[in-house]
Structures are given as structure tokens and as C-alpha cells.
């Protein structure tokens, strides 16, 4: 995909099973900081509008997502990472795809906002990633999903 920067690491499913279920199926697997209240209101809002279901949701502190960020070689403080088959999409790219899986109108705006220059959509993001605890305050208390809500769920 021009524009938006993709890492790749092959899953194996003997070397961690975990992992391997947690991916398993055809969903991309979105990770955001659990602690996080904008990452917490994001991931509310995927779930609302995702109607097909084409992305779960982790935190990066669950063990799954650590083991992911370490995977890709990525911090979960600095980044979101959305994990689509044995491609990893990190920054302001994972937040493009997510917007291009969730589709409708949103697929739309994901594609206009690759229009802009990868380093000015990754400043952005490292200064909104900086700032978000300042900016949204922090969590204290888990997000815990509706029973609607748990298959999308990966801890």
C-alpha cells in the first residue's frame, strides 16, 4: 500500500499459541494503551461503528499485546499497532487502516488523510501520543465490554 509503511514477521503458530489464536481468524487485531482515554474512546468508537466485526480490539499491557509489540519491535507507549495476518501497521498508518477496515464512509476518510506525507502524519501523531494523558487523562479502571461486545475482545 503506497503511503502507509507495513512491517512484516511471519506468525508461527507453534511458537506461540496464544498469538496465533488471537489471530486466527480473517479480523485485524487493534492494539491501543488500556490506560489511555482517547485510546479507550477510540477503541469505543470502533466498536460501534465496526458493524462487520473486521477488527478486535487488545490493549498493549495485556500478555498477547506485549508479546506483539515485541514482535514488531514497537513500544506500546509510543504507538498503536493493528496486526492484519503477518502484516503489523503502526502510528498514524495503523490508525488509516483501521479507518479503511471499518469501511464506509470512514474507508474514505483513511484514504484522504494518505494523501498527506507520512512524516507529517507521524508528527502529528508522536505529538498527540506525547500529550495524551495531559490532553485526555489516563484510565483507572479497566474497560470492561458489553457480553455483545467480548468476542471482540482479546486479553
Do not use: H
Not at 48 to 69: E, K, W
Not at 91 to 112: C, D, H, N, Q, T
Amino acid at each position: 500500500m503506497r503511503g502507509v509503511p507495513v512491517i512484516s514477521a511471519p506468525i508461527d503458530p507453534a511458537s506461540d499459541e496464544a498469538i496465533a489464536a488471537a489471530l486466527a481468524d480473517d479480523r485485524a487485531l487493534l492494539l491501543v494503551d488500556g490506560q489511555c482515554m482517547l485510546c479507550s474512546r477510540g477503541a469505543g468508537f470502533v466498536m460501534r461503528v465496526d458493524r462487520n466485526r473486521r477488527l478486535r480490539i487488545g490493549t498493549g499491557q495485556s500478555a498477547i499485546g506485549r508479546a506483539l509489540y515485541e514482535r514488531y519491535g514497537e513500544d506500546e507507549d509510543e504507538t498503536i499497532l493493528l496486526v492484519a495476518g503477518e502484516r503489523a501497521f503502526t502510528k498514524s498508518a495503523g490508525v488509516i487502516e483501521a479507518l479503511r477496515r471499518i469501511g464506509r464512509g470512514w474507508r474514505w476518510l483513511g484514504w484522504l488523510a494518505a494523501l498527506a506525507p507520512e512524516r507529517w502524519r507521524d508528527a502529528g501523531y508522536d505529538w498527540l501520543a506525547r500529550n495524551r494523558f495531559r490532553l485526555f487523562g489516563r484510565r483507572t479502571s479497566c474497560l470492561m465490554p458489553t457480553q455483545e461486545q467480548r468476542d471482540r475482545f482479546v486479553t
